[in-house]
Structure formats: C-alpha cells, structure tokens
C-alpha cells in the first residue's frame, strides 16, 4: 500500500526530498503522495519529523 501524509504535517518539505519516485508534492495545506507512483518504501516516514508520513 501506498503511503500518505496525515494532518499531522508541518510541510516542511523534508519528505519531499528524501522520495526516490518523486511522488510527493506541496499541497494547499500539506504536502501529498500520490498513490500511483508511491512504491512503499517508507523513505518519508524516516525522516519526517512529527510522524505524518504513515502507510495507509
């Protein structure tokens, strides 16, 4: 399953970097992934520093 990024996001961007697919994008609020190009490798969740990145 693909990872997604929950409310707990402070769109620091540091996810952003980190993604080897390039899926992860700055949203209105939050940054996104998006589900089609998300191969689960949980790179985001490393880093990501309050947990907002999750597998959904």
């Known amino acids: 399953m693909a ?4 409310d707990n996001c402070i769109s620091c961007g540091v996810c952003e970097a980190e993604c ?4 992860i994008s700055a ?19 490393g880093v990501c520093p309050v947990e907002a ?3 959904a």
Do not use: E, L, Q, R
């Open 20 to 23: 080897p697919t390039n899926c």
């Open 53 to 55: 990145c999750v597998s």
């Open 27 to 45: 949203g209105d609020s939050k940054y996104a992934i998006s589900a089609d190009d998300c191969i689960d490798c949980g790179a985001c969740a």
């Open 3 to 6: 990872y997604v990024i929950n």
